[in-house]
Structures are given as structure tokens and as C-alpha cells.
């Protein structure tokens, strides 16, 4: 079975430090896809990456960044120059490719992220 | 183009009662799932639909949960006979008909069961 560990449930940094969230997975199959979704306040899941297992490449996306470790199981999310709007909580969730043609995810828990002005 | 959305959405049950809650896709996506989100945690799966086919429904915690799509775009999750733990967000997400293609979620669904 498919698992995500987020072991960081809250983290705080004053704006403009760089944070890292961090997140584990777990997977019997070869083929599987990791996602980060951000969930701010208002509740509503929003989509930040995709990546699938065959592409170990790190990813920058302006001041976000994901680094992708098969090695140690990892798919860790950094925010570099953190902002206010960047307070919320944040999923890292894990997909198989399997029969169905579109497969459920398995999210962790979640971190919450607090910014503080 | 707009996004999913949900209705309604926030609702409050006395136990006992059946709640109906729908979920409009984005138009022309093939996928569409229902997760249930319990305070503090993260969302678990319920349900999987493939245009008006349900193609998996392991995560449904109980016979009083019941989903349908059956015009395969908008779908309603159905709890008949609300218990206390059945308060949660409930939240819909669809994805174009691409194997693992990215979830789109809605709003959500809170439900409360007094």
C-alpha cells in the first residue's frame, strides 16, 4: 500500500527565510506520480507540481523550488524569500499509475505553514 | 474556463437526516473523484467515476454513503442517515481523461452533523 508521510505538522518562520517542507513516500510500483497541493484558508486545494517517477530532476518555479530524491524515498518542497501569502497548509500526495485509468491519491497529513509579518 | 465547483457549500444535518451534496466538474473532464477531508488531516479517498461509470468505490467508509454521475458531468455524493462522524470538508476533483493527469479540486463541502 501506498503511503505519505509529512512528519512536519507546523513550522513558522519570520518573512523573507527560506523554509523547507518535507515528505516521504512509500511505493511498491516502478511508476507512480508525487504532487504538492497548497490549501489555503478559504479550504480550497490548489495544484503546485506534478512530477513522475521517472524524472528525478529538480524543479524551480520562481521562489519555489522541489527537490526529487528516489534514493531516499523524498519529495521535498522548498520556498525561498517566504511571503505572508504564503501561509497556509501544505500536501504532499502520492498517485500509482494503475488500472483504472486514473488513479486516487494518497495525501499526507499536511504541514501548516505560518509566515509571521 | 471555470473551475470545479461544489454545493452547497456548508451544511449542517441533524443525525438522522440524508444530505446530498453535488459537485460540478470542469466541463470535458472524464474524471472525477470524491475525497473526505476530517479536521487536521489530510483528504482520503471515497469514490472514482469515469465518465457515468463507477470505477471504484473502496474508500465509501459505509453502505450510508452512495455516489452517482449519471449523465457522466456533474455528480452528487449522497449520506443517507448522517452520523457525527460523518462531519467533515468533503471535496470533488476532476481530471482529463489522461492516466494520473492532475487533480483540480473544488471548494469543498463542510458538513456538520449536530
Known amino acids: 500500500a501506498q503511503k505519505v508521510t509529512q512528519a512536519q505538522t507546523e513550522i513558522s518562520v519570520v518573512e523573507k527565510e527560506d523554509v523547507t517542507l518535507d515528505c516521504v513516500y512509500e511505493?511498491?510500483?516502478?511508476?507512480?506520480?508525487l504532487f504538492w497541493y497548497k490549501q489555503p484558508p478559504s479550504g480550497e486545494l490548489v495544484f503546485l507540481i506534478r512530477?513522475?517517477?521517472?524524472?528525478?530532476q529538480n524543479e524551480i518555479s520562481g521562489r519555489y523550488s522541489w527537490n526529487f530524491q528516489k534514493s531516499t524515498s523524498s519529495f521535498n518542497f522548498t520556498i525561498t524569500a517566504s511571503q505572508v501569502v504564503d501561509s497556509a497548509v501544505y500536501f504532499c500526495a502520492l498517485s500509482e499509475a494503475g488500472n483504472f485509468g486514473n488513479e486516487k491519491l494518497t495525501f499526507g497529513t499536511g504541514t501548516r505553514l505560518t509566515i509571521i509579518p | 474556463g471555470a473551475g470545479v465547483s461544489q454545493s452547497p457549500r456548508y451544511k449542517v444535518a441533524k443525525r438522522g437526516q440524508d444530505v446530498a451534496l453535488r459537485c460540478d466538474p470542469i466541463s470535458g473532464h472524464v474524471s472525477l473523484f470524491w475525497y473526505q477531508q476530517a479536521l487536521g488531516q489530510g483528504p482520503e479517498f471515497l469514490t472514482y467515476?469515469?465518465?457515468?461509470?463507477?470505477?471504484?468505490k473502496s474508500g465509501l467508509p459505509s453502505d450510508r454513503f452512495f455516489a452517482e454521475r449519471p449523465e457522466g458531468s456533474v455528480s452528487t455524493l449522497k449520506i443517507q442517515r448522517t452520523q457525527q462522524e460523518d462531519s467533515a470538508v468533503y471535496l470533488c476533483?476532476?481530471?482529463?481523461?489522461?492516466?494520473?493527469?492532475?487533480?483540480?479540486f473544488g471548494p469543498g463541502t463542510r458538513l456538520t452533523v449536530l
Open positions: 476533483a476532476s481530471s482529463s481523461v489522461a492516466r494520473t493527469d492532475t487533480q483540480y
Open positions: 512530477r513522475n517517477s521517472f524524472d528525478e
Open positions: 511505493t511498491r510500483d516502478t511508476t507512480y506520480y
Open positions: 467515476f469515469q465518465n457515468e461509470a463507477q470505477l471504484d
